[in-house]
């Protein structure tokens, strides 16, 4: 599994100021921190947001590297979301973009 280093750089990598549609959106990752998408903008700030995920660190590692669609997460519990929906459902295409 990744540090949390590594996945804000390869978000940052892969987000434009478009990615998000003018949302913002936190990651909030157990037992490693919370990951914040502001524009192009990346921390690891744990602040409000338009949308926060929650999972444990193995569940975000394998929807990070595509290995987990996110509709099963989500299904199963694994995946929480509170907030748009819609902005959760742009996370998928920025994952591919940092692992491509």
């Not at 949302?23 to 037992?31: A, S």
């Not at 338009?50 to 989500?74: E, M, Q, W």
């Not at 929480?80 to 940092?98: H, N």
């Amino acid at each position: 599994m990744k540090s949390i280093d590594d996945y804000v750089s390869g978000i940052r990598q892969a987000i434009d100021a478009n990615s998000l549609g003018g949302k913002t959106v936190r990651m909030d990752i157990d037992d490693l921190g919370s990951i914040h998408i502001d524009g192009t903008t990346v921390s690891t700030d744990k602040i409000a947001a338009d949308c926060v995920l929650s999972a444990a660190h193995d569940t975000y590692d394998k929807l990070y590297t595509g290995t987990l669609d996110p509709a099963i997460a989500f299904g199963t519990g694994d995946l929480k979301l509170v907030g748009e929906m819609s902005v959760a459902l742009r996370m998928p295409a920025i994952f591919a973009k940092a692992n491509s």
